[in-house]
Protein backbone atom coordinates (compact mmCIF):
# COMPACT_ATOMS: atom_id res chain seq x y z
CA UNK A 1 0.00 0.00 0.00
CA UNK A 2 2.98 2.40 0.45
CA UNK A 3 4.49 1.63 -3.09
CA UNK A 4 1.60 1.23 -5.63
CA UNK A 5 -1.61 2.12 -3.52
CA UNK A 6 -3.39 2.64 -6.89
CA UNK A 7 -2.57 -1.08 -7.84
CA UNK A 8 -3.76 -2.62 -4.35
CA UNK A 9 -6.52 0.05 -2.87
CA UNK A 10 -9.31 -1.35 -4.35
CA UNK A 11 -8.44 -5.20 -3.01
CA UNK A 12 -8.27 -3.88 0.36
CA UNK A 13 -10.94 -2.36 0.50
CA UNK A 14 -12.93 -5.52 -0.89
CA UNK A 15 -10.74 -7.77 1.83
CA UNK A 16 -11.78 -5.21 4.50
CA UNK A 17 -15.46 -5.76 3.31
CA UNK A 18 -15.56 -9.85 3.08
CA UNK A 19 -14.09 -10.63 6.42
CA UNK A 20 -15.72 -11.53 9.25
CA UNK A 21 -13.84 -10.45 12.11
CA UNK A 22 -13.81 -7.27 14.16
CA UNK A 23 -11.40 -4.99 13.08
CA UNK A 24 -11.62 -2.78 16.18
CA UNK A 25 -7.72 -3.68 17.28
CA UNK A 26 -6.51 -3.17 13.59
CA UNK A 27 -8.52 -0.12 12.76
CA UNK A 28 -5.94 2.24 13.55
CA UNK A 29 -2.48 0.76 12.14
CA UNK A 30 -4.57 -0.03 8.79
CA UNK A 31 -6.57 3.69 9.13
CA UNK A 32 -3.32 5.67 9.48
CA UNK A 33 -2.31 3.71 5.80
CA UNK A 34 -5.85 4.47 4.13
CA UNK A 35 -6.15 8.37 5.48
CA UNK A 36 -2.70 9.12 3.63
CA UNK A 37 -4.68 7.85 0.87
CA UNK A 38 -7.22 10.78 1.38
CA UNK A 39 -5.53 13.27 0.29
CA UNK A 40 -4.11 11.87 -2.79
CA UNK A 41 -3.65 13.56 -5.81
CA UNK A 42 -4.97 10.95 -7.67
CA UNK A 43 -8.84 11.15 -7.89
CA UNK A 44 -9.28 7.54 -8.09
CA UNK A 45 -6.67 6.60 -5.18
CA UNK A 46 -8.62 9.17 -2.86
CA UNK A 47 -12.45 7.42 -3.83
CA UNK A 48 -10.79 3.94 -2.99
CA UNK A 49 -9.43 5.41 -0.19
CA UNK A 50 -13.17 6.10 1.25
CA UNK A 51 -14.62 3.28 0.19
CA UNK A 52 -12.05 1.05 2.02
CA UNK A 53 -12.26 3.78 5.23
CA UNK A 54 -16.28 2.52 4.82
CA UNK A 55 -15.52 -0.86 4.72
CA UNK A 56 -12.79 -0.67 8.11
CA UNK A 57 -15.66 1.12 9.67
CA UNK A 58 -18.28 -1.36 9.23
CA UNK A 59 -15.96 -3.70 10.92
CA UNK A 60 -15.68 -1.90 14.32
CA UNK A 61 -17.69 -2.52 17.29
CA UNK A 62 -14.86 -0.66 19.34
CA UNK A 63 -15.82 3.25 20.47
CA UNK A 64 -12.47 4.10 21.32
CA UNK A 65 -10.39 3.14 18.02
CA UNK A 66 -12.98 4.81 15.69
CA UNK A 67 -12.49 8.04 17.89
CA UNK A 68 -8.78 7.68 17.51
CA UNK A 69 -8.79 6.80 13.83
CA UNK A 70 -11.62 10.13 13.69
CA UNK A 71 -9.26 12.70 15.79
CA UNK A 72 -6.09 10.77 13.10
CA UNK A 73 -8.21 12.80 10.46
CA UNK A 74 -9.21 15.85 11.34
CA UNK A 75 -5.86 16.46 12.44
CA UNK A 76 -4.88 15.68 8.69
CA UNK A 77 -7.26 17.94 7.93
CA UNK A 78 -6.46 20.47 10.07
CA UNK A 79 -2.96 20.51 8.78
CA UNK A 80 -0.94 18.41 10.99
CA UNK A 81 0.98 16.63 7.97
CA UNK A 82 0.99 20.12 6.16
CA UNK A 83 -1.65 22.34 4.88
CA UNK A 84 -4.00 20.90 2.22
CA UNK A 85 -4.89 23.63 0.14
CA UNK A 86 -6.47 21.91 -2.65
CA UNK A 87 -10.00 21.32 -2.63
CA UNK A 88 -10.08 17.72 -3.73
CA UNK A 89 -7.56 17.18 -1.11
CA UNK A 90 -9.58 18.37 1.56
CA UNK A 91 -12.72 16.83 0.21
CA UNK A 92 -11.30 13.40 -0.05
CA UNK A 93 -10.60 13.62 3.91
CA UNK A 94 -13.77 14.48 4.84
CA UNK A 95 -15.34 11.87 2.91
CA UNK A 96 -12.86 9.41 4.46
CA UNK A 97 -14.42 11.20 7.83
CA UNK A 98 -17.69 10.64 6.47
CA UNK A 99 -17.10 6.91 5.76
CA UNK A 100 -16.05 5.90 9.14
CA UNK A 101 -19.73 6.79 10.51
CA UNK A 102 -20.29 3.79 8.93
CA UNK A 103 -19.00 1.95 12.13
CA UNK A 104 -20.76 -0.57 13.97
CA UNK A 105 -20.26 0.81 17.57
CA UNK A 106 -23.61 0.07 19.99
CA UNK A 107 -24.80 3.40 22.06
CA UNK A 108 -22.56 5.54 19.68
CA UNK A 109 -24.24 8.69 20.92
CA UNK A 110 -20.79 9.69 22.71
CA UNK A 111 -18.85 9.41 19.34
CA UNK A 112 -21.08 10.91 17.11
CA UNK A 113 -21.28 14.04 19.53
CA UNK A 114 -16.91 14.32 19.46
CA UNK A 115 -17.48 13.85 15.76
CA UNK A 116 -19.88 16.50 15.58
CA UNK A 117 -17.87 19.02 18.07
CA UNK A 118 -14.77 18.30 15.89
CA UNK A 119 -17.13 19.28 12.84
CA UNK A 120 -17.83 22.40 14.27
CA UNK A 121 -14.37 23.41 14.43
CA UNK A 122 -14.21 22.99 10.70
CA UNK A 123 -17.06 24.74 9.58
CA UNK A 124 -15.99 27.90 12.00
CA UNK A 125 -12.90 28.12 9.62
CA UNK A 126 -13.70 26.89 6.55
CA UNK A 127 -14.99 29.23 3.51
CA UNK A 128 -14.56 27.40 0.79
CA UNK A 129 -18.34 27.12 -0.83
CA UNK A 130 -17.84 23.45 -2.23
CA UNK A 131 -15.76 22.25 0.89
CA UNK A 132 -18.91 23.62 3.00
CA UNK A 133 -21.30 21.91 1.49
CA UNK A 134 -19.51 18.91 1.45
CA UNK A 135 -18.92 19.04 5.14
CA UNK A 136 -21.74 19.45 6.14
CA UNK A 137 -22.74 16.35 4.00
CA UNK A 138 -20.24 14.27 6.10
CA UNK A 139 -21.84 15.97 9.30
CA UNK A 140 -24.88 14.63 8.39
CA UNK A 141 -23.99 11.21 8.29
CA UNK A 142 -23.04 11.35 11.65
CA UNK A 143 -26.01 13.16 12.88
CA UNK A 144 -27.99 10.27 11.80
CA UNK A 145 -26.35 8.12 14.69
CA UNK A 146 -27.64 10.63 17.39
CA UNK A 147 -29.99 8.42 20.14
CA UNK A 148 -30.78 10.82 22.95
CA UNK A 149 -29.96 14.12 21.89
CA UNK A 150 -28.54 16.83 19.25
CA UNK A 151 -25.61 18.21 21.43
CA UNK A 152 -26.20 21.64 22.68
CA UNK A 153 -23.64 23.25 20.65
CA UNK A 154 -24.72 21.40 17.26
CA UNK A 155 -27.91 23.30 17.77
CA UNK A 156 -26.42 26.97 18.12
CA UNK A 157 -24.38 26.26 15.32
CA UNK A 158 -27.27 25.41 13.11
CA UNK A 159 -28.29 29.23 14.11
CA UNK A 160 -25.09 30.40 13.75
CA UNK A 161 -24.06 28.82 10.13
CA UNK A 162 -27.65 29.75 8.28
CA UNK A 163 -27.41 33.35 10.06
CA UNK A 164 -24.03 33.95 8.83
CA UNK A 165 -23.63 36.40 5.90
CA UNK A 166 -21.11 35.17 3.99
CA UNK A 167 -23.12 31.44 4.09
CA UNK A 168 -24.72 31.23 0.43
CA UNK A 169 -28.09 29.80 -0.30
CA UNK A 170 -25.59 26.16 -1.82
CA UNK A 171 -24.62 26.06 2.04
CA UNK A 172 -27.66 27.03 3.71
CA UNK A 173 -29.49 23.90 1.90
CA UNK A 174 -26.55 21.71 3.14
CA UNK A 175 -27.28 23.04 6.69
CA UNK A 176 -31.13 22.72 6.61
CA UNK A 177 -30.36 18.53 5.36
CA UNK A 178 -27.89 18.28 8.17
CA UNK A 179 -30.16 19.65 10.52
CA UNK A 180 -33.28 16.94 8.93
CA UNK A 181 -30.57 14.30 9.72
CA UNK A 182 -30.07 15.35 12.95
CA UNK A 183 -33.56 15.84 14.49
CA UNK A 184 -35.66 12.37 14.04
CA UNK A 185 -37.11 9.69 16.57
CA UNK A 186 -36.02 11.17 20.41
CA UNK A 187 -34.30 14.43 19.34
CA UNK A 188 -37.39 15.77 16.87
CA UNK A 189 -38.22 17.88 19.36
CA UNK A 190 -35.07 19.80 19.84
CA UNK A 191 -35.78 21.33 16.36
CA UNK A 192 -38.53 23.01 17.70
CA UNK A 193 -36.32 25.60 18.91
CA UNK A 194 -34.74 26.20 15.20
CA UNK A 195 -38.94 26.66 13.86
CA UNK A 196 -39.23 29.91 13.68
CA UNK A 197 -35.96 30.49 11.06
CA UNK A 198 -37.05 27.31 9.20
CA UNK A 199 -40.91 29.08 9.05
CA UNK A 200 -39.28 32.87 7.67
CA UNK A 201 -37.29 30.30 5.14
CA UNK A 202 -40.39 28.56 3.50
CA UNK A 203 -42.49 32.15 3.34
CA UNK A 204 -39.20 33.36 1.60
CA UNK A 205 -39.32 30.51 -0.76
CA UNK A 206 -43.45 30.93 -1.09
CA UNK A 207 -42.50 35.01 -2.25
CA UNK A 208 -40.50 33.75 -4.31
CA UNK A 209 -41.42 30.97 -6.73
CA UNK A 210 -39.58 32.08 -9.81
CA UNK A 211 -36.35 32.02 -7.65
CA UNK A 212 -35.08 28.43 -7.74
CA UNK A 213 -32.34 28.55 -5.06
CA UNK A 214 -34.61 29.88 -2.89
CA UNK A 215 -37.47 27.51 -3.45
CA UNK A 216 -34.77 24.61 -2.98
CA UNK A 217 -33.89 26.15 0.59
CA UNK A 218 -37.36 26.28 1.17
CA UNK A 219 -38.38 22.70 0.14
CA UNK A 220 -35.95 21.55 2.99
CA UNK A 221 -37.24 23.61 5.31
CA UNK A 222 -40.63 22.13 4.36
CA UNK A 223 -39.56 18.77 4.80
CA UNK A 224 -37.98 18.90 8.09
CA UNK A 225 -40.95 21.44 9.53
CA UNK A 226 -43.50 18.19 8.20
CA UNK A 227 -42.11 16.03 9.76
CA UNK A 228 -41.62 18.00 12.91
CA UNK A 229 -45.37 19.28 12.68
CA UNK A 230 -46.46 15.23 13.51
CA UNK A 231 -44.18 14.99 16.32
CA UNK A 232 -46.40 16.20 19.17
CA UNK A 233 -49.31 18.55 20.02
CA UNK A 234 -46.94 21.24 21.39
CA UNK A 235 -45.18 21.23 17.74
CA UNK A 236 -48.46 20.84 15.61
CA UNK A 237 -49.88 24.18 17.57
CA UNK A 238 -46.69 26.15 16.91
CA UNK A 239 -46.62 25.28 13.18
CA UNK A 240 -50.34 25.16 12.58
CA UNK A 241 -50.30 27.90 9.97
CA UNK A 242 -47.12 27.38 8.01
CA UNK A 243 -48.35 24.06 7.85
CA UNK A 244 -51.92 25.01 6.95
CA UNK A 245 -50.07 27.53 3.82
CA UNK A 246 -48.30 24.50 2.91
CA UNK A 247 -50.77 22.07 2.12
CA UNK A 248 -52.73 24.91 -0.13
CA UNK A 249 -50.79 23.22 -2.79
CA UNK A 250 -52.25 25.28 -5.76
CA UNK A 251 -50.01 28.04 -4.43
CA UNK A 252 -46.80 25.68 -3.55
CA UNK A 253 -43.90 26.29 -6.36
CA UNK A 254 -42.23 23.21 -5.17
CA UNK A 255 -44.47 20.82 -7.51
CA UNK A 256 -44.56 23.15 -10.41
CA UNK A 257 -43.24 21.78 -13.65
CA UNK A 258 -40.32 24.88 -13.78
CA UNK A 259 -38.55 23.95 -10.32
CA UNK A 260 -39.26 20.24 -11.07
CA UNK A 261 -37.18 20.41 -14.58
CA UNK A 262 -34.46 22.34 -13.55
CA UNK A 263 -33.68 20.66 -9.72
CA UNK A 264 -30.61 19.36 -9.42
CA UNK A 265 -31.03 15.44 -8.31
CA UNK A 266 -30.24 15.88 -4.79
CA UNK A 267 -33.37 18.36 -4.54
CA UNK A 268 -35.82 15.93 -6.13
CA UNK A 269 -35.18 13.59 -3.58
CA UNK A 270 -36.77 16.13 -0.94
CA UNK A 271 -39.79 16.56 -3.53
CA UNK A 272 -39.89 12.55 -2.45
CA UNK A 273 -40.26 13.23 0.86
CA UNK A 274 -42.27 15.96 1.37
CA UNK A 275 -45.18 14.47 -1.42
CA UNK A 276 -44.59 11.15 1.05
CA UNK A 277 -45.61 13.23 3.62
CA UNK A 278 -47.85 14.80 2.16
CA UNK A 279 -49.72 12.14 1.53
CA UNK A 280 -49.35 9.91 4.14
CA UNK A 281 -50.46 12.43 6.99
CA UNK A 282 -52.22 14.81 5.25
CA UNK A 283 -54.55 12.81 2.79
CA UNK A 284 -57.82 14.11 3.86
CA UNK A 285 -57.16 18.00 3.62
CA UNK A 286 -55.67 18.00 -0.06
CA UNK A 287 -58.92 16.01 -1.24
CA UNK A 288 -59.78 17.79 -4.38
CA UNK A 289 -56.12 19.49 -4.88
CA UNK A 290 -53.77 16.58 -5.38
CA UNK A 291 -53.45 16.35 -8.82
CA UNK A 292 -50.08 18.73 -8.69
CA UNK A 293 -48.52 16.21 -6.15
CA UNK A 294 -49.52 12.98 -8.62
CA UNK A 295 -48.11 14.92 -11.42
CA UNK A 296 -44.80 15.37 -9.03
CA UNK A 297 -44.87 11.88 -8.17
CA UNK A 298 -45.08 10.43 -12.12
CA UNK A 299 -42.51 13.21 -12.53
CA UNK A 300 -40.01 11.44 -10.20
CA UNK A 301 -40.99 7.79 -10.85
CA UNK A 302 -39.86 8.64 -14.68
CA UNK A 303 -36.32 10.68 -13.96
CA UNK A 304 -32.91 9.77 -15.27
CA UNK A 305 -30.90 8.78 -12.60
CA UNK A 306 -31.56 5.20 -11.54
CA UNK A 307 -31.22 5.43 -8.25
CA UNK A 308 -33.92 8.69 -7.85
CA UNK A 309 -36.22 6.46 -10.17
CA UNK A 310 -35.80 3.76 -7.45
CA UNK A 311 -36.15 6.02 -4.99
CA UNK A 312 -39.44 7.20 -6.07
CA UNK A 313 -40.55 3.74 -7.10
CA UNK A 314 -40.22 2.35 -3.39
CA UNK A 315 -42.03 5.69 -2.18
CA UNK A 316 -44.81 5.10 -4.21
CA UNK A 317 -45.10 1.22 -3.27
CA UNK A 318 -45.43 2.10 -0.10
CA UNK A 319 -48.44 4.93 -0.19
CA UNK A 320 -50.24 2.29 -2.67
CA UNK A 321 -50.29 0.04 -0.46
CA UNK A 322 -51.93 1.64 2.24
CA UNK A 323 -55.17 2.24 3.11
CA UNK A 324 -56.79 4.05 0.91
CA UNK A 325 -54.18 3.44 -1.44
CA UNK A 326 -55.99 2.34 -4.83
CA UNK A 327 -57.90 5.38 -5.22
CA UNK A 328 -54.30 6.92 -4.97
CA UNK A 329 -53.34 4.24 -7.90
CA UNK A 330 -56.02 4.85 -9.77
CA UNK A 331 -55.69 8.68 -10.15
CA UNK A 332 -52.42 7.92 -11.04
CA UNK A 333 -53.35 5.71 -13.69
CA UNK A 334 -56.13 8.00 -15.37
CA UNK A 335 -52.91 10.59 -15.39
CA UNK A 336 -50.62 8.35 -16.97
CA UNK A 337 -51.74 8.98 -20.66
CA UNK A 338 -51.78 12.87 -20.54
CA UNK A 339 -48.01 12.43 -18.24
CA UNK A 340 -46.79 10.88 -21.38
CA UNK A 341 -48.08 13.14 -23.70
CA UNK A 342 -46.71 16.03 -22.33
CA UNK A 343 -43.23 14.22 -21.91
CA UNK A 344 -43.30 13.58 -25.59
CA UNK A 345 -44.44 17.25 -26.26
CA UNK A 346 -41.83 18.60 -24.17
CA UNK A 347 -38.98 16.01 -26.08
CA UNK A 348 -40.22 17.48 -29.50
CA UNK A 349 -40.23 21.32 -28.78
CA UNK A 350 -36.98 20.73 -26.83
CA UNK A 351 -35.40 18.66 -30.09
CA UNK A 352 -36.25 21.94 -32.17
CA UNK A 353 -34.65 24.14 -29.85
CA UNK A 354 -31.72 21.79 -29.63
CA UNK A 355 -31.78 21.85 -25.98
CA UNK A 356 -31.59 18.50 -23.20
CA UNK A 357 -35.44 17.31 -23.57
CA UNK A 358 -36.96 15.76 -20.42
CA UNK A 359 -37.24 12.33 -21.30
CA UNK A 360 -35.92 9.51 -19.66
CA UNK A 361 -34.32 5.88 -20.27
CA UNK A 362 -32.71 2.90 -18.64
CA UNK A 363 -29.02 4.07 -17.99
CA UNK A 364 -29.45 8.01 -17.63
CA UNK A 365 -27.00 8.72 -21.16
CA UNK A 366 -30.23 9.25 -23.26
CA UNK A 367 -33.20 10.98 -22.33
CA UNK A 368 -35.44 9.58 -24.37
CA UNK A 369 -38.63 8.38 -23.12
CA UNK A 370 -38.58 4.39 -23.39
CA UNK A 371 -41.17 1.90 -22.77
CA UNK A 372 -39.14 0.14 -20.77
CA UNK A 373 -39.55 3.22 -18.14
CA UNK A 374 -43.26 4.07 -18.57
CA UNK A 375 -43.57 -0.10 -17.84
CA UNK A 376 -41.55 0.09 -14.39
CA UNK A 377 -44.17 3.00 -13.58
CA UNK A 378 -47.56 0.84 -14.53
CA UNK A 379 -45.85 -2.04 -12.97
CA UNK A 380 -45.48 0.06 -9.71
CA UNK A 381 -48.90 1.17 -9.27
CA UNK A 382 -50.49 -2.41 -10.52
CA UNK A 383 -49.33 -4.51 -6.93
CA UNK A 384 -52.05 -6.75 -5.71
CA UNK A 385 -50.68 -6.42 -1.64
CA UNK A 386 -53.35 -5.78 0.40
CA UNK A 387 -56.04 -5.66 -2.22
CA UNK A 388 -59.32 -7.12 -2.55
CA UNK A 389 -60.72 -8.47 -5.67
CA UNK A 390 -62.81 -5.50 -6.40
CA UNK A 391 -59.09 -3.13 -6.33
CA UNK A 392 -58.10 -5.54 -7.82
CA UNK A 393 -60.12 -5.24 -10.38
CA UNK A 394 -60.82 -1.62 -10.28
CA UNK A 395 -57.00 -1.26 -11.18
CA UNK A 396 -56.98 -4.25 -14.09
CA UNK A 397 -59.72 -1.89 -15.57
CA UNK A 398 -58.01 1.71 -15.23
CA UNK A 399 -54.64 0.19 -16.32
CA UNK A 400 -55.98 -0.81 -19.77
CA UNK A 401 -55.54 2.58 -21.41
CA UNK A 402 -52.19 3.48 -20.04
CA UNK A 403 -50.71 0.16 -21.07
CA UNK A 404 -51.97 0.94 -24.53
CA UNK A 405 -50.16 3.85 -25.57
CA UNK A 406 -48.65 3.43 -28.82
CA UNK A 407 -45.05 4.27 -27.18
CA UNK A 408 -45.54 1.40 -24.95
CA UNK A 409 -47.62 -1.19 -27.07
CA UNK A 410 -45.03 -1.02 -30.30
CA UNK A 411 -42.22 -2.64 -27.92
CA UNK A 412 -44.25 -4.08 -24.95
CA UNK A 413 -47.58 -5.21 -26.62
CA UNK A 414 -48.50 -7.74 -23.77
CA UNK A 415 -48.11 -5.10 -21.13
CA UNK A 416 -51.51 -5.29 -20.10
CA UNK A 417 -52.36 -8.89 -19.67
CA UNK A 418 -48.55 -9.03 -17.72
CA UNK A 419 -50.58 -6.20 -14.72
CA UNK A 420 -53.28 -8.22 -15.02
CA UNK A 421 -51.62 -11.11 -13.86
CA UNK A 422 -49.56 -9.33 -11.68
CA UNK A 423 -52.93 -8.25 -9.72
CA UNK A 424 -53.87 -12.27 -10.37
CA UNK A 425 -56.53 -11.66 -12.33
CA UNK A 426 -56.73 -13.89 -15.42
CA UNK A 427 -56.70 -11.98 -18.59
CA UNK A 428 -59.47 -14.57 -20.34
CA UNK A 429 -61.91 -14.58 -18.07
CA UNK A 430 -61.50 -10.95 -16.69
CA UNK A 431 -61.79 -9.66 -20.34
CA UNK A 432 -64.71 -11.24 -21.09
CA UNK A 433 -66.67 -10.78 -17.79
CA UNK A 434 -66.27 -6.78 -18.51
CA UNK A 435 -66.51 -6.93 -22.44
CA UNK A 436 -68.89 -9.83 -23.08
CA UNK A 437 -68.84 -12.95 -24.72
CA UNK A 438 -67.19 -13.23 -28.23
CA UNK A 439 -67.24 -16.37 -30.07
CA UNK A 440 -64.30 -15.66 -32.29
CA UNK A 441 -60.55 -17.15 -31.12
CA UNK A 442 -59.88 -13.67 -30.09
CA UNK A 443 -61.30 -10.76 -27.56
CA UNK A 444 -61.01 -7.94 -28.58
CA UNK A 445 -60.80 -4.54 -26.25
CA UNK A 446 -61.04 -1.42 -27.31
CA UNK A 447 -60.64 2.00 -25.40
CA UNK A 448 -61.05 5.86 -27.06
CA UNK A 449 -58.73 7.95 -25.15
CA UNK A 450 -59.12 11.77 -25.38
CA UNK A 451 -55.11 12.15 -25.66
CA UNK A 452 -53.39 11.62 -29.02
CA UNK A 453 -49.71 12.07 -30.30
CA UNK A 454 -50.69 13.99 -33.17
CA UNK A 455 -52.94 16.39 -30.95
CA UNK A 456 -55.85 17.11 -33.74
CA UNK A 457 -58.00 13.48 -33.09
CA UNK A 458 -59.00 10.70 -30.54
CA UNK A 459 -56.77 7.38 -30.55
CA UNK A 460 -58.12 3.95 -30.40
CA UNK A 461 -56.60 1.75 -28.82
CA UNK A 462 -56.91 -2.58 -29.56
CA UNK A 463 -55.79 -5.07 -26.64
CA UNK A 464 -56.24 -8.67 -27.70
CA UNK A 465 -56.41 -11.55 -25.74
CA UNK A 466 -56.42 -14.83 -27.30
CA UNK A 467 -58.63 -17.61 -26.00
Keep these: MLRNPEVILETVGHVLSGVTLDLSQYAMEIGKILATHLHSKEDLCREEAITACRNLASQCSNPQPVQDLLEHMFGILNGSGGKLTVAAQRLGVLGGIGALSHHTVSGSQSLSETAAELF ?3 LKQEVHERT ?12 AKFTTQVPSSLVEWFKTGLGLKTTSLAVRVAYIKCMNAAFHGNTLLQALDLSPILVKIVEKGQAQPSQIPVVTESLSAACLLMKLYSADVQAENKLKSVI ?5 IDKQPFFIEKFLITASEETLYSVIQLVERLILEHSQELVGKISLVEKALL ?18 RKLVSVLGGTELARSLLKQFP ?11 ADKENKENDVGVCDDGSSKTVTAH ?3 ECLLTLCQETNLDINDREILGLESLLPSN ?18 LKLNPKSFTRAYVGGLSSSTIYVEAVTPVSLNHNENRRYRYCVSK
Excluded: Y
Excluded at 132 to 143: E, G, P, Y
Design 120 to 122: IGV
Design 132 to 143: LVHALKMLALWC
Design 244 to 248: TALLD
Design 299 to 316: FLMTRPSLELRQQAHATT
Design 338 to 348: SFVEQLNLQEE
Design 373 to 375: ILE
Design 405 to 422: LPVIVRSKPDLWEKLLKR
